[in-house]
């Protein structure tokens, strides 16, 4: 079975620029979350979605936002880029009931 | 939000040593992961272990949630076990609160 699958891997932007990135999640799992990763850090919670409702938020400005479609796919959108945007962006996802995350392998964002 | 705070935050291995990562938290908890970030980032899971122990090869995790830490055995360690641990937790909501990580190099 495919697991948690992210798009692009790498992205490079220039800033004020705009970008989204794409997760799938595992088949059957109805739970979507971001994080984002800057280096030497450990990764900090941006959102989190499930059956198509926002379930949580983290301490990120109104520039992020997500949606997630009704085959549980979920896009990332960020906008006017700023150079600290730079990070490793993680989807997750969990199957219903279970508070369990599988990782995707991370989108790679530099904004120059 | 929860405090996550995991120890060392660097080590250093000769291969076939054995090694002990703990992981500290500041709430109660309703999950505990124990994840190794390999080179190209992704996140591999090792342990579901909001509590007990379980153990997997070379690799066992033992969870006490009402003293607030986990451990992470790693056992006769190899090169390849080399990258970052993180342990993360989710208490009442679903979000996850990871800690900065245990960089692990082991040299043949």
């Known amino acids: 079975d495919a697991g948690v699958t992210q798009s692009p891997t790498h992205l490079i932007k220039t800033r004020g620029q705009q970008v989204t990135l794409r997760c799938s999640p595992i088949?059957?799992?109805?739970?979507v979350s971001w994080y984002q990763q800057v280096l030497g850090q450990g990764p900090q919670f941006i959102f989190q979605y499930y059956e198509k409702e926002e379930r949580g938020r983290g301490n990120f400005p109104d520039r992020f936002s997500a949606r997630q479609f009704p085959n549980y796919s979920s896009e990332l959108n960020v906008n006017a880029l700023l150079l600290g945007d730079s990070a490793l962006y993680l989807c997750?996802?969990?199957?219903?009931?279970?508070?369990?995350?599988?990782f995707g392998q991370g989108t790679r964002l530099t904004v120059v | 939000g929860i405090q996550v705070e995991q120890s060392p935050p660097d080590l250093i291995l000769q291969e076939g040593a054995n090694s002990t990562l703990r992981c500290n938290f500041s709430?109660?908890?309703?999950?505990l992961q124990w994840f190794h970030q390999n080179p190209w980032g992704q996140l591999i899971n090792l342990f579901y272990?909001?509590?007990g122990t379980k153990q997997n090869g070379r690799l066992s995790a033992t969870t006490v949630a009402t003293e607030r830490y986990s451990l992470l055995y790693i056992s006769s360690s190899q090169t390849t076990d080399s990258g970052v641990y993180f342990c993360a937790v989710v208490n009442t909501g679903n979000q996850f609160y990871f800690g900065t990580g245990t960089s692990l190099t082991v040299i043949p």
């Open positions: 997750a996802s969990s199957s219903p009931g279970s508070t369990e995350a599988f």
């Open positions: 088949s059957g799992h109805k739970s």
């Open positions: 709430d109660s908890v309703n999950n």
């Open positions: 272990i909001p509590s």
